[in-house]
């Protein structure tokens, strides 16, 4: 079935829109992709005077929830799991006027990003998108594609 809402739309329902962004969460391990994130996610909220909470899940071995999220030891190395990037966030946020609040989170990445967005009430989640493809794409899976597809609050993803 085709969707046809934009033909559908009358001249009542295109309206003057206000993007009401007050706090944005920015999820970090301290990767290349994470510290892209982390300019957006602070140009963004000093653009629109929001505040950051910025956060780092340690998932340890055993906390882990979704298969993806199992990791092997050399599969870790490659991911970078890294608090560093909670605290380049933070500084940041100094540098550009924008206020940033951390935190590390445990267990399951995917389910700690969309539990905290939700019970603090976020507006936005941005995050790096590791830019995996292929083979280790389908291998590793990918926290960004399980956050996009679980969280009912808009997730903007820096490749």
């Known amino acids: ?10 001249e009542d329902d295109i309206t003057v829109l206000d993007l009401e962004l007050d706090k944005i969460l920015l999820a970090t391990d301290g990767s290349k992709h994470s510290i892209k994130a982390t300019k957006t996610a602070i140009g963004l909220a000093k ?15 055993d906390e882990a929830q979704l298969p993806e999220e199992n ?4 599969v870790e190395l490659g991911v970078h799991p890294n608090q560093a990037g909670i605290t380049v966030a933070k500084k940041f946020g100094e540098k550009n006027g ?12 995917t389910k700690q990003i969309i539990k905290y967005a939700q019970e603090n009430d976020m507006d936005l989640i941005v995050m790096g998108e ?3 493809t292929g083979l280790a794409r389908i291998t590793l899976g990918s926290v960004a594609e399980g956050v996009i597809k679980s969280s009912e609050i808009p997730v903007w993803v820096d490749r």
């Open 1 to 10: 079935m085709v969707d046809h809402t934009a033909m559908e739309l009358s």
């Open 47 to 61: 653009l629109v005077e929001a505040k950051v909470h910025a956060v780092f899940v340690d998932t340890g071995a």
């Open 71 to 74: 990791l092997t030891e050399q």
């Open 98 to 109: 924008v206020q940033v609040e951390t935190e590390v989170l445990t267990g399951g990445v």
């Open 130 to 132: 590791s830019g995996r």
